[in-house]
């Protein structure tokens, strides 16, 4: 009993001492993986979403961004999130979409009229509804970043029709879906990293590629594919995504927070986005790039009734309601 006592009062005592900042509450630091490097504009829209987070929180939690692929690449980092190795990460919906095939609508080609319209979508009940899917499956869904629209380019010839495709060795993502597009034109689809395309259109292993504006300029593709046709065939956002593990542990108002910051960071990251593509776009037209612009995509689109005949019941229904907001 004595020792007992003596134990207690010794706690007391101890605690008494105890410097004060021990029981303040800890600083929360969470990870964010991010692929691109530090200065593009989806990294800063993260630096933007951390900020926020930490203005937000009183400094209580701090988002540290790791840019340039240093905690492994997308497909890595997503399975780390789905653990809780990492607590988050901004990436292309495309490898997310292995993991919630919901997301594939988000993918399907010539979706969207125009930026505007895809935006009501992803601020709104869709997509507010796509994001809360990812729990299930132990991400948490927080917000979308733009990526641009993706265009076909070249070393052969200006497209103007889908006709002028016909033959063309089209690098590809390994996608099904970015497979079934390319040939529903009569290209052919050739799937490759993507730092191998630069020397495999300098080559001619591949005719021409296909991405967005910053991608077409930053890594140089405009110097050996000069032909640039604005058909936008795809609008893939980008997603924000924690751990259900990480973000689990956090209090019910800490998780509302981060959400909220994610959602609010949207706006800058798309302005962000909106100057650096109007600075590839200069450049790479002042470098001699020519430019097809397609009014009326529908002669595009008609050649798309079979992928997308080919796609879930779920996917089509969701491909409806998309088309349907105005």
């Known amino acids: 009993m004595k020792k007992a006592s003596f134990i207690i009062i010794a706690i007391l005592i101890a605690a008494v001492l105890m410097p004060a900042q021990v029981f303040a509450q800890k600083t929360i630091v969470l990870r964010l993986a991010e692929t691109h490097p530090q200065d593009y504009p989806t990294t800063r829209g993260d630096y933007e979403f951390a900020r926020l987070v930490k203005e937000r929180s009183g400094g209580r939690i701090v988002i540290e961004v790791y840019p340039g692929s240093q905690l492994g690449q997308e497909k890595a980092v997503i399975e780390q999130v789905q653990f809780g190795a990492i607590d988050l990460t901004r990436v292309s919906i495309s490898p997310v979409a292995a993991f919630v095939p919901r997301l594939n609508a988000f993918q399907m080609p010539y ?10 979508v992803l601020k709104g009940d869709i997509g507010k509804e796509l994001l809360a899917s990812l729990e299930p499956f132990g991400f948490i869904g927080l917000g979308w970043f733009e990526s641009g629209a993706r265009n076909f380019y070249n070393s052969k ?7 002028d495709l016909k033959g063309l060795k089209i690098r590809v993502r390994e996608s099904e879906l970015m497979m079934g597009l390319v040939s529903a034109f009569g290209a052919v689809p050739t799937p490759m990293p993507f730092g191998e395309v630069y020397s495999a259109l300098q080559t001619g292993v591949v005719d021409g590629a296909e991405n967005n504006w910053p991608s077409y300029f930053s890594t140089s593709h405009y110097e050996v594919a000069k032909y640039i046709t604005l058909d936008e065939h795809t609008r893939v956002p980008e997603i ?3 751990s259900k593990i990480s973000l689990g542990r956090l209090s019910p108002a800490d998780q509302e927070l981060i959400r909220q910051a994610a ?7 798309r302005a962000e986005w909106a100057k650096y593509e109007k600075i590839s776009i200069d450049k790479t037209v002042a470098a001699g790039s020519q430019v097809v612009e397609i009014a009326d995509k529908s002669a595009w689109q008609a050649l798309m009734a079979p992928l997308y005949a080919k796609q879930s019941k779920e996917i089509q229904a969701l491909v409806e309601r998309i088309r349907a907001v105005k």
């Open 111 to 120: 979706l969207y009229r125009d930026e505007a319209h895809m935006w009501k």
């Open 157 to 163: 010839r200006p497209i103007r029709t889908p006709a």
């Open 240 to 242: 924000i995504i924690g």
């Open 263 to 269: 959602f609010d960071a949207i706006d800058f990251q």
